[in-house]
């Protein structure tokens, strides 16, 4: 009986040192900054890119839809930073070619991200954002819209989330960009 229990405790002591715990386990994180070169000029306006919001729970959780009523979170790939502030950093920089005009802005741009997830049965990332643009300074709305961007990932990876979340807000300055080139 004390060698059966002897040799419970090695097999488990053994399997202890061979399987981590999952508090040693590494988290990756990913950004959705573009590459230098996707960066414009924007519109002949100066802008200045404003906080956005997003009302979510979630952080810097991944989320990643399974069916229609649920959704899961990678607890180990996260975002860099919240979506909000990534959001808020790419398009500060796409539109980063105003920055170098002297002087107030002529227009604020801000928002809400509504969607920012990967849809695993689509095979999608969407991005959604509603846009308000108003002048500066009186705060008048020149123009609100939202932005929406479904972007194909060929794989289900946290690799894939991030590189098709990067390229669907990429889209959607472009649209913006668009927007402001179009007028108040």
């Known amino acids: 009986m004390s060698r059966l229990i002897f040799g419970l405790l090695t097999v488990f002591l053994a399997g202890c040192s061979i399987f981590p715990k999952p508090d040693d386990t590494a988290v990756n994180y990913f950004d959705i900054q573009p590459p230098a070169a996707a960066a414009q000029a924007g519109a002949t306006s100066k802008i200045m890119v404003l906080p956005f919001h997003a009302e979510s729970a979630y952080g810097t959780r991944m989320v990643f839809k399974v069916n229609e009523h649920q959704v899961k979170f990678d607890e180990f790939n996260r975002w860099a930073a919240p979506p909000d502030e990534m959001v808020r950093a790419l398009l500060t920089g796409y539109f980063s070619g105003n920055k170098e005009q002297a002087g107030s802005p002529d227009l604020t741009i801000e928002g809400d991200i509504l ?35 479904s972007v194909k990932i060929d794989r289900q990876t946290a690799n894939a989330f991030a590189d098709a979340a990067s390229k669907g807000t990429v889209e959607v300055a472009e649209a913006i960009r668009g927007r402001l080139a179009a007028g108040k």
């Open 115 to 149: 969607t920012f997830c990967c849809d695993l049965p689509d095979n999608t990332v969407t991005v959604s954002i509603a846009v308000i643009c108003r002048e500066y300074p009186s705060q008048r709305i020149a123009w609100r819209e939202v932005f929406t961007r």
